[in-house]
């Protein structure tokens, strides 16, 4: 292990200690592989003790809107089949007449649309998934398009539904079809997760209505909602995977999203607005423009890091929700890591 796999190690272990969560997986990695990973902590804290392995299932929660929305998006404008700039209303019969008509995927993949900022869609629409549909699509919008950088998972809900209106498939099957098979991703898919998958998961929130913390069944209530598949949360996966995925994005080769893609996305495209934006990604907290380091983060605790300039990604997987919802220790645990992570040699 490198000198920086071993300040990332005595890193996790701390907040093992510190009770940030029971445990972690990391991995980083170049072009050609993974360089340095690890597995710290345990499954979960009770009996029988159980160690985190490097192939421990992890619900990725917002890791959703990358792994699923913004590569599949990514195909489908690299196909000739959406042009990000044009108002949604001018092709979608579905948002015509209606608040979101002038919207543009460009705004909700930079979180510029000006869309209501929180889901609560049970309480808006009810259970239905066609009425929730049909709430989302027809909803007033917050702000006017193009004002404000406002982060809401409606926008990855929404782009979810247009993939699937463009291509005619589910958005799983979309997914895995354009996206994680071509990258060999074997353990990647939308929850509940088999029996046996889910005995190996790494649990969340402890759940009232069950009775246990949620292994192997998202814990984001919107996705459980849509039965387990939308475009805000709901995919589960492994660090091996994730690492396939991120060397895709430093060297696009066939099949899935290209470098066009990857180029437009890793770089600002909010102007002057802040906070800056790429398409879905973000600049990571603490980080310059000289280093390129760009990341997304998942509710449950989660993280990918990728930076094209230096050639370098990083995954650090956690179930910190086991114990608290408490933002905090987390933030400072992802800071150190992303900092060990792309430390210059």
């Known amino acids: 292990m490198t000198h920086s796999g071993h300040r990332i190690e005595d890193l996790l272990r701390a907040g093992v200690h510190r009770r940030v969560y029971p445990g972690a997986v990391w991995a980083v990695g170049d072009a050609a592989g993974t360089r340095d990973s690890g597995a710290v902590g345990l499954l979960h804290p009770g009996p029988p003790d159980e160690s985190m392995r490097p192939d421990t299932p992890f619900d990725l929660a917002s890791l959703t809107k990358i792994l699923a929305v913004w590569s599949v998006v990514g195909t489908l404008v690299e196909a000739g089949k959406l042009d990000l700039r044009a108002p949604l209303g001018s092709f979608w019969s579905e948002v015509v007449g209606h608040p979101l008509a002038p ?131 709901g995919v589960f996966s492994a660090a091996d995977d994730l690492s396939r995925f991120l060397r895709h994005l430093l060297s696009p080769g066939d099949g899935s999203f290209g470098p066009a893609w990857v180029r437009d996305s890793l770089r600002v495209q909010t102007a002057e607005l802040t906070p800056p934006r790429g398409l879905f990604w973000h600049p990571a907290p603490g980080t310059g423009p000289s280093e390129d380091i760009w990341v997304h983060y998942g509710f449950t605790g989660t993280g990918m890091w990728v930076s094209p300039r230096q050639g370098r990604w990083a995954v650090l997987l956690t179930n910190k929700l086991y114990y608290s919802r408490d933002r905090g220790p987390i933030t400072a645990v992802r800071d150190g890591f992303r900092a060990a992570a792309f430390a210059r040699p």
Do not use: K
Not at 121 to 144: I, K, M, N, S
Not at 163 to 182: F, M, N
Not at 211 to 217: D, E, Q, V
């Open 103 to 233: 919207v543009t995927a460009h705004q909700l993949l930079t979180h510029t649309a000006g869309l209501p900022l929180r889901a609560n869609l049970r309480g808006l629409y009810g259970t239905d998934p066609q009425d929730v549909r049909d709430g989302v699509l027809h909803e007033a919008l917050h702000r006017p398009p193009g004002e404000a950088v406002e982060y809401t998972d409606r926008a990855a809900l929404i782009l979810g539904y247009l993939a699937e209106r463009l291509s005619g498939r589910p958005l799983d099957r979309l997914a895995a079809e354009r996206v994680w098979q071509p990258l060999g991703m074997t353990r990647t898919r939308f929850g509940p997760l088999p029996a046996d998958t889910a005995a190996r998961c790494a649990p969340t929130e402890y759940d009232d209505t069950i009775g246990a913390h949620l292994r192997g069944i998202v814990h984001d209530f919107s996705a459980r909602l849509l039965g387990g598949v939308c475009g805000i949360s």
